[in-house]
């Protein structure tokens, strides 16, 4: 059965990231230094495609019910709020000003880890630039394997390539040059006058880029912000009065992290700083994410943030 839409109470990513460009808020409290860890050689081209990659109708079929939830919260601007099942949805995260034109960042992934929840989606990081891009790339977590994909908001509304998080993917993609293990992926426009995206991701092994997707048009989404985020949907769990995603992540201990954010502005690539990006929300309440232990940190402003429990 697929889930039910989330009724409309306030808008949700839409609105924090309206906030975040609209002016670049001072960050509360103690933001920790960290080394900046050394980005991939960055190719003209890309290599080539994906290893273990699922694209159009095999992709929509392998993401399942999990890709409801997401279609229903962006393309209609749905809220980070509790709807009709009880299903709080909420997010934070880094959000680029207008203007930047690409995005690349180095995300956790967590092959082994399941959720407790049927109902429940995890989806960290995700990731979309600003000024229009026809591409989001989202680490997705469930009661099932594991999953990349790649969402196309210029076409299908839908997820146009899928990838499991498997041995395929973590021989091929994976790294744990900067701690957790983690893969680097870039979306960046490579056709102005299309509006053409290409996203990609870093092959460790071929130390060259693999191309994930590429489309171009109009931007479907509503929004013409862009984010890389920590976002869930998940039922309370009547035991704790937590949501089953933040007992999970304190049973699991799972790393779920962004670092290395790079932004591109007129052909320049350059880390995510408070001059070219936000946090939202600045100073993000537990509460409202029924997670009392959760800890938003801000490692090194603005290109590294990590979520523990």
Same mark, same amino acid.
């Given at each position: 059965?697929?889930?039910?839409?989330?009724?409309?109470?306030?808008?949700?990513?839409?609105?924090?990231?309206?906030?975040?460009?609209?002016?670049?808020?001072?960050?509360?409290?103690?933001?920790?230094?960290?080394?900046?860890?050394?980005?991939?050689?960055?190719?003209?081209?890309?290599?080539?495609?994906?290893?273990?990659?699922?694209?159009?109708?095999?992709?929509?079929?392998?993401?399942?019910?999990?890709?409801?939830?997401?279609?229903?919260?962006?393309?209609?601007?749905?809220?980070?709020?509790?709807?009709?099942?009880?299903?709080?949805?909420?997010?934070?995260?880094?959000?680029?000003?207008?203007?930047?034109?690409?995005?690349?960042? *180095?995300?956790?992934?967590?092959?082994?880890?399941?959720?407790?929840?049927?109902?429940?989606?995890?989806?960290?990081?995700?990731?979309?630039?600003?000024?229009?891009?026809?591409?989001?790339?989202?680490?997705?977590?469930?009661?099932?394997?594991?999953?990349?994909?790649?969402?196309?908001?210029?076409?299908?509304?839908?997820?146009?390539?899928?990838?499991?998080?498997?041995?395929?993917?973590?021989?091929?993609?994976? *790294?744990?040059?900067?701690?957790?293990?983690?893969?680097?992926?870039?979306?960046?426009? *490579?056709?102005?006058?299309?509006?053409?995206?290409?996203?990609?991701?870093?092959?460790?092994?071929?130390?060259?880029?693999?191309?994930?997707?590429?489309?171009?048009?109009?931007?479907?989404?509503?929004?013409?912000?862009?984010?890389?985020?920590?976002?869930?949907?998940?039922?309370?769990?009547?035991?704790?009065?937590?949501?089953?995603?933040?007992?999970?992540?304190?049973?699991?201990?799972?790393?779920?992290?962004?670092?290395?954010?790079?932004?591109?502005?007129?052909?320049?690539?350059?880390?995510? *700083?408070?001059?070219?990006?936000?946090?939202?929300?600045?100073?993000?309440?537990?509460?409202?994410?029924?997670?009392?232990?959760?800890?938003?940190?801000?490692?090194?402003?603005?290109?590294?943030?990590?979520?523990?429990?």
């Amino acid at each position: 059965m697929r889930p039910s839409t989330p009724r409309p109470r306030t808008r949700r990513i839409v609105l924090l990231a309206a906030a975040a460009v609209a002016a670049i808020p001072v960050i509360a409290g103690t933001a920790f230094a960290a080394t900046r860890p050394a980005q991939p050689a960055t190719p003209d081209a890309a290599s080539g495609s994906v290893a273990g990659a699922r694209y159009g109708a095999d992709a929509v079929r392998a993401a399942g019910a999990a890709a409801d939830r997401f279609r229903a919260d962006r393309a209609a601007n749905q809220p980070n709020a509790i709807g009709p099942a009880a299903v709080l949805h909420n997010a934070w995260g880094v959000f680029p000003t207008p203007g930047i034109t690409g995005v690349t960042a *180095t995300h956790t992934i967590n092959p082994g880890v399941r959720l407790s929840k049927g109902s429940d989606v995890l989806y960290t990081p995700t990731m979309k630039p600003p000024t229009n891009s026809c591409i989001e790339v989202v680490t997705e977590y469930s009661t099932s394997t594991p999953q990349i994909w790649a969402w196309d908001w210029c076409g299908s509304n839908a997820p146009a390539v899928e990838v499991n998080i498997d041995q395929r993917f973590v021989s091929t993609y994976g *790294t744990t040059t900067h701690g957790p293990l983690s893969y680097t992926v870039r979306i960046e426009r *490579t056709n102005t006058a299309a509006n053409r995206w290409t996203a990609r991701l870093f092959n460790q092994v071929k130390k060259a880029w693999d191309t994930l997707f590429v489309s171009a048009g109009t931007d479907k989404s509503g929004t013409p912000a862009g984010w890389d985020v920590y976002e869930f949907y998940s039922a309370t769990n009547p035991a704790t009065g937590h949501t089953f995603v933040c007992d999970d992540i304190a049973r699991t201990k799972m790393a779920l992290e962004s670092q290395a954010i790079m932004l591109k502005k007129g052909g320049t690539w350059t880390p995510a *700083t408070p001059t070219n990006s936000a946090f939202s929300p600045a100073r993000p309440n537990p509460s409202s994410y029924k997670c009392p232990a959760v800890k938003f940190q801000v490692r090194n402003p603005n290109d590294h943030w990590l979520v523990t429990e």
